[in-house]
T-cell receptor, first 113, second 116 residues
Framework: EAQVTQNPRYLITVTGKKLTVTCSQN?????MSWYRQDPGLGLRQIYY???????DKGDVPEGYKVSRKEKRNFPLILESPSPNQTSLYFC???FGGGRVAQHFGDGTRLSIL | AQSVAQPEDQVNVAEGNPLTVKCTYS??????LFWYVQYPNRGLQFLLK??????LVKGSYGFEAEFNKSQTSFHLKKPSALVSDSALYFC??????????????FGGGTRVMVKP
């Protein structure tokens, strides 16, 4: 089954404790993205990657890091999480560029205390 | 810069009645436009898109949307709503001239409540 898998689905942690949210896709997609969803703001892009070792900032990259060492994986790293990063996070992937629909994971709800 | 506005936070409709979810956009060039739906505790699912061609686009689950360039709108419609259509709907746009990867800009979302 074609899917984008995120882990963990839920996480409560404390300020400053480094965490990683993993994202893996099994569709051989070149493009992968991370979004955060906040009420009334829709989805805002954090980082995206056009292929292995090619990443770039989205609209709200501050406080986040990503890496793309393998085509299927695109982890999101919060080096020193803060309460304003409490949010619902989605990973997405697609073939090609902006003409193509994205496939989304089921989301990761992060709470930073 | 590209932007999307969904002017209604919530739309309430009775089952069997027509459903419309509004979306307007702003881009410097020509747009790629998308509608996604989100059910509770799930990621976004693709409904339909406009890239070029016919202004009326048909998508999944009986939804359609009409691209109106003069009004810069891309409203989502369904002739007869079902209770199971209750969900959060997102409009998204990408400027064709935007070379920044496949960056999409999403609207704030519209919650649709269909009552029996």
């Amino acid at each position: 089954e074609a899917q984008v898998t995120q882990n963990p689905r839920y996480l409560i942690t404390v300020t400053g404790k480094k965490l990683t949210v993993t994202c893996s896709q099994n569709m051989n997609h070149e493009y992968m993205s991370w979004y955060r969803q906040d009420p009334g703001l829709g989805l805002r892009q954090i980082y995206y990657s056009m292929n292995v070792e090619v990443t770039d900032k989205g609209d709200v990259p501050e406080g986040y890091k990503v890496s793309r060492k393998e085509k299927r994986n695109f982890p999101l790293i919060l080096e020193s999480p803060s309460p304003n990063q409490t949010s619902l996070y989605f990973c997405a992937s697609s073939f090609g560029g902006g003409r193509v629909a994205q496939h989304f994971g089921d989301g990761t709800r992060l709470s930073i205390l | 810069a590209q932007s999307v506005a969904q002017p209604e936070d919530q739309v309430n409709v009775a089952e069997g009645n027509p459903l419309t979810v509004k979306c307007t956009y702003s881009v410097s060039g020509n747009p790629y436009l998308f509608w996604y739906v989100q059910y509770p505790n799930r990621g976004l699912q693709f409904l339909l898109k406009y890239i070029t061609g016919d202004n009326l686009v048909k998508g999944s689950y009986g939804f359609e949307a009409e691209f109106n360039k003069s009004q810069t709108s891309f409203h989502l419609k369904k002739p007869s709503a079902l209770v199971s259509d209750s969900a959060l709907y997102f409009c998204a746009v990408r400027d064709m001239n935007n070379n920044a990867g496949n960056m999409l800009t999403f609207g704030g979302g519209t919650r649709v409540m269909v009552k029996p």
